[in-house]
C-alpha cells in the first residue's frame, strides 16, 4: 500500500477517533475540572471550529498545495492536543478544543483530496475512500473502548497526549513520502472573504449548538446573534463576487450535480446525529442499559459502515456510484422506519437490524458522495469543493441535533414537567423513592414516545434523501 495513503489513514484516524474516544473521559473530567454546566461545549468548541477550518483550509490547499496545508493543519491539530492534555480548568479546554477543532478541520478536507489524486480511476478511487470510511467505522468501535481503558488505567489527560506520536509519524511520512506538483504563481488570497465566513458561521453554529442546549431559540442574544450572521454572510457573498480568488467560489453552486450531493450530504448526515444522540437515550431509559451496554449497541452502526464502504468499493464497475448511493438511500428509510416502530415493549434485536440497516447505507453513501464531488469539480477547484461538502457535513451535524433535540422537546418536555418533580435524568435511574412504579412506566412511554417522534424526523429525512438520489447526473465509471 502506498506510504503516503497510509500516512493519510493515520491523519484521518486521529480526526476521527478523536470524537468518540473523548466521550468516555467526560466523567473523569468533569470531577477534576468542575464545570458540569460547560460540557456541551467540550463537543460544541471542537465541532465549530472544525466546520468554517474545512471550508479555509480547503481553499488554502488548492492555493498552496495539499502538502504544506496538511501538515500545518495536523500541526495545529497536534498543538490543541498538547494543550487539552495540560489543561488545568473547564475554560481552558474548552479553548483548546476549539485549537484542535481547527486542525481536525483541515484534516478531513485535504486528505479526501489527496485520495482523489492518489487514485486516478474511479474505482480506486471508491476503494480508497472505502478504506477512509473504514477507518471512520473503526474509530467508533474502538475509541470509546481505548478512551475508557486510558481513563481507567491512567488519567484523561493521555487521551489527548495519544495523538502527538502518531500525528508526528504522519506528519514525517507525508513530508518525506508526498511529492506535490505545485504552481508557484502568485495567489492571492480573500482575507476578507474568510473572515466574514468566519463571523457569520460562528454567529450562527454557536446560535443553533446553543439553542439545542437550552431550546431557547428566539430571546434577544439569539436575535442579536442571527442578524450578525445574515449581515456578516451578506457582505461574504459581495465579497466573493469581486474576489480573484475566492474563498468559496460561487461558481460551485451552479454546478448542478455538486449541489445535489451536497444536498445529500445535508440531509443524511443528520440522519446519523440523531442514531448517535438518541439511541444511547432509548438504551439506557427505556431498556434499562447502564452506559456502556448503551454504546455498545451503537456498535452495528460503526461495523456495517465498514461493511458498506468496503461493498461500495467493489461494486463500483459494475454499478454506477449513482445506482449505489440509490441503494444506500433506500436502506436508510428502511433503517429510519424500523426505528419509528421502537416502543418499551420492543425487542432489542429490532435496534440492531435498525442501526445495522443504517450503517450498510451509510457506508455506500459517504463514499460515493466524495466520489461525485470529486469527478464533478474542476481541478483547481478541488479541495474547495471537498472543503464544502466538508463543512456541509459537519454543519449538518450541527442542525439535525438542534432540530432532533426541538423534536425531542415539543413531544416530552410538557408531559415529564406535569409530574412535578423537578428534572428527570434520562439515563434510566428513575428514584422509586420519588417515583411509583406506574409513575416510572409513564416515564419510560413519554420518553418512548418522543424518541419515536425524532426518528420519525429522521424517515423524513431519509425519504428526501432517497428522492435526491435520482437526481444524480449518470457518470459511468472508468475502470
Known amino acids: 500500500m502506498n506510504k503516503v495513503f497510509i500516512a493519510v489513514l493515520l491523519a484521518t484516524a486521529l480526526a476521527a477517533i478523536e470524537g468518540t474516544i473523548v466521550a468516555t473521559a467526560i466523567p473523569s473530567i468533569t470531577t477534576d475540572l468542575s464545570g458540569v454546566e460547560l460540557i456541551s461545549w467540550i463537543y460544541s468548541a471542537y465541532l465549530l471550529t472544525s466546520a468554517i477550518a474545512t471550508i479555509i483550509f480547503g481553499k488554502l490547499a488548492d492555493l498552496f498545495g495539499r502538502k504544506k496545508m496538511i501538515i500545518i493543519g495536523i500541526s495545529i491539530f497536534l ?12 475554560e481552558q479546554l474548552i479553548v483548546f478544543r476549539a485549537i ?36 471512520w467505522g473503526v474509530s467508533g468501535v474502538i475509541g470509546p473502548l481505548v478512551g475508557g481503558f486510558i481513563v481507567d488505567q491512567l488519567t484523561w489527560h493521555y487521551i489527548f497526549l495519544l495523538n ?10 507525508i513530508a518525506k513520502y508526498y511529492e506535490e506538483e505545485v504552481q508557484t504563481a502568485k495567489r492571492k488570497i480573500d482575507y476578507a472573504g474568510a473572515l466574514f465566513f468566519s463571523i457569520g458561521m460562528v454567529a450562527l453554529l454557536y446560535t443553533i449548538i446553543e439553542g439545542s442546549n437550552t431550546q431557547n431559540w428566539f430571546g434577544s442574544k439569539s436575535i442579536i446573534l442571527y442578524a450578525v450572521a445574515a449581515i456578516a454572510l451578506l457582505i461574504f457573498v459581495r465579497v466573493e463576487l469581486k474576489a480573484e480568488e475566492p474563498i468559496v467560489p460561487l461558481s460551485l453552486f451552479k454546478n448542478r450535480r455538486l449541489n445535489i450531493v451536497n444536498g445529500l450530504t445535508l440531509f443524511v448526515m443528520a440522519i446519523v446525529i440523531s442514531i448517535s444522540a438518541y439511541l444511547p437515550i432509548f438504551a439506557q431509559s427505556v431498556f434499562g442499559k447502564n452506559a456502556t451496554q448503551a454504546g455498545l449497541m451503537l456498535t452495528p452502526l460503526s461495523v ?34 424500523i426505528l419509528t416502530t421502537l416502543s418499551a415493549d420492543s425487542n432489542e434485536i429490532l435496534v440492531y437490524v435498525g442501526t445495522g440497516l443504517l450503517g450498510v447505507g451509510m457506508g455506500l453513501i459517504a463514499p460515493m458522495l466524495i466520489i461525485a464531488v470529486q469527478t464533478s469539480a474542476n481541478r483547481d477547484q478541488l479541495g474547495t469543493s471537498i472543503g464544502l461538502n466538508s463543512f456541509i457535513n459537519t454543519f449538518s ?57 425524532v426518528y420519525s424526523g429522521s424517515f423524513a429525512f431519509a425519504i428526501v434523501a432517497f428522492v435526491l438520489a435520482f437526481f444524480i447526473a449518470k457518470k459511468k465509471p472508468t475502470q
Open 397 to 453: 451535524q450541527s442542525v439535525g441535533a438542534a432540530i432532533f433535540g426541538m423534536l425531542f422537546n415539543l413531544a416530552t418536555s410538557e408531559k415529564l414537567a406535569s409530574f412535578g418533580k423537578g428534572d428527570i435524568n434520562l439515563n434510566g435511574h428513575f428514584d422509586t423513592n420519588i417515583f411509583s412504579s406506574e409513575e416510572i412506566g409513564q416515564l419510560v412511554d413519554i420518553i418512548a414516545n418522543g424518541i419515536r417522534v
Open 164 to 173: 502527538i506520536p502518531f500525528g508526528l509519524g504522519s506528519i514525517f511520512m
Open 100 to 135: 484542535q477543532g481547527i486542525g481536525a478541520g483541515s484534516i478531513l478536507p485535504i486528505t479526501l483530496t489527496i485520495v482523489g489524486e492518489l487514485f486516478d480511476t474511479e474505482k480506486k478511487r471508491a476503494k480508497g475512500q472505502g478504506w477512509i470510511s473504514m477507518v
Open 304 to 337: 456495517m459502515w465498514t461493511v458498506g464502504a468496503i461493498l461500495g468499493g467493489n461494486l463500483i464497475g459494475r454499478l454506477t456510484s449513482k445506482t449505489i448511493i440509490q441503494i444506500g438511500t433506500g436502506l436508510l428509510v428502511i433503517a429510519t422506519f
Open 79 to 90: 498543538l490543541g492536543s498538547l494543550l487539552c492534555g495540560l489543561a488545568q480548568s473547564m
